[in-house]
């Protein structure tokens, strides 16, 4: 039986029971099962705002325009990220007209603080981070650097639903974190996100641009009973259609109660790979995880010689990984920067995602790791 890199797996039972609670009640759309949805990932992560939208690239593209408009940053200032991510994290600062300028990875494929520190300039205004696979990497020295040079933190969390950092929500000091609840994520739904600004006013604002930029306040008052004056609202901003929808907040709910399980699951198959692949540390390099970080462990990483040929020869096997990522400045968009990451442009050319979810057995990753090690020691 083939090895797929990521199957979903879904409480059915769980799911279809709050669907057809919003079926029932006629309400599938923002409201209802969003907000408790809201309320319950507040009080999973001890996060004092979160706001359900329908992606996670939604949600960064509001976080660099909120701040860029609160903060007053001017086009062509700059913030500080990685070339390996999903292009989602970078569109978004393009899209605010400001400019990504990348720093490099350390072992941890995370952003590299002393490089960071590095690329800082006076028209520096913030550090975008993604927790590569659920990994933390070195968040916590990235967040003093932060603090003393007055720079806004932005994590990119898509991967990282369930990490903590001794003991707590990872990132919980960054001025604001984006989740995925995107199909293959950790905590999979169909397509959905969360924001969760540190600040409330960043958290109503975001509710607003996030709906055409209508602002139902004004006249919330004036609502009676029947739900009269609905129509009149005021707009504020020129908004987008981002918000996250009741039935997408149904299969999370469901789900939440099986994440911490589901991660330490991954975490053991992470330990599978990592015992099976120890004799070989010339061949099979892993991913450093810092000591205090309990990663989600939404990847596997490992980095080898000849990444294509693996690749090939698993799939000839029926195994079948990814990458995660190709360097960003290796497409035309990010070209600019080309040259200036050496080892995010190493690594986008010798990682590979092996097999991770939560329908894997102890043989599935036996399997996979003879035929990994065979490869590599042939
Ligand atoms: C999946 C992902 C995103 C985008 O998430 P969506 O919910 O699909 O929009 C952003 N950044 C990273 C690192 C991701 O893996």
Redesign the pocket.
């Known amino acids: 039986m083939a090895i797929q890199l990521f199957v979903p797996t879904f409480d059915v039972d769980a799911c279809l029971e709050n669907i057809r609670l919003c079926l029932e009640k006629g309400w599938t759309g923002m409201g209802y099962m969003t907000v408790q949805f809201e309320d319950k990932w507040k009080e999973y992560t001890g996060l004092p705002h979160a706001y359900f939208l329908n992606?996670?690239?939604a949600g960064?593209n509001l976080a660099v325009e909120i701040f860029k408009e609160k903060y007053g940053w001017a086009a062509g200032d700059e913030i500080i990220t990685t070339p390996l991510?999903?292009v989602?994290?970078n569109h978004a600062i393009l899209l605010s007209n400001l400019q990504p300028v990348f720093a490099d990875v350390d072992d941890t494929l995370c952003l590299d603080p002393a490089s960071v520190e590095e690329r800082i300039t006076e028209k520096t205004r913030a550090v975008m981070f993604?927790g590569m696979g659920g990994n933390a990497g070195h968040l916590d020295k990235i967040v003093e650097i932060c603090k003393k040079r007055s720079l806004k933190l932005i994590l990119?969390a898509?991967?990282m639903a369930g990490t903590r950092i001794n003991g707590e929500t990872a990132g919980k000091e960054a001025d604001v974190i984006v989740y995925?609840?995107?199909a293959v994520?950790n905590l999979p739904t169909g397509?959905s996100?969360m924001i969760c600004f540190k600040d409330a006013d960043c958290d109503a604002v975001a509710r607003k641009k996030a709906w055409l930029g209508i602002n139902k306040d004004t006249y919330a008052r004036s609502v009676n009973a029947n739900g009269a004056y609905k129509w009149k609202y005021d707009v504020e901003y020129v908004g987008y259609k981002y918000n996250g929808n009741a039935v997408m907040a149904a299969i999370a709910l469901a789900q939440l109660p099986h994440l911490d399980k589901d991660n330490a699951y991954r975490r053991q198959l992470a330990e599978w790979y990592a015992e099976g692949f120890k004799p070989y540390p010339d061949k099979i390099k892993l991913v450093e995880v810092p000591e205090n970080c309990e990663s989600s462990r939404h990847l596997f990483q490992i980095i080898v010689e000849d990444r294509d040929g693996l690749m090939a020869y698993l799939n000839e096997h029926e195994i079948y990984p990814g990458v995660h990522y190709v360097d960003n400045t290796q497409y035309r968009m990010y070209s600019y920067a080309k040259g200036t990451c050496p080892k995010a442009a190493y690594v986008s050319d010798h990682v590979i995602s092996l097999p991770m979810h939560l329908r894997l057995t102890r043989e599935d990753v036996q399997t996979v790791i003879r035929c990994v090690v065979d490869y590599v020691t042939k």
């Open positions: 992606s996670a690239t960064l991510t999903f989602s994290t993604v990119d898509a991967h995925s609840f995107q994520k397509d996100g």
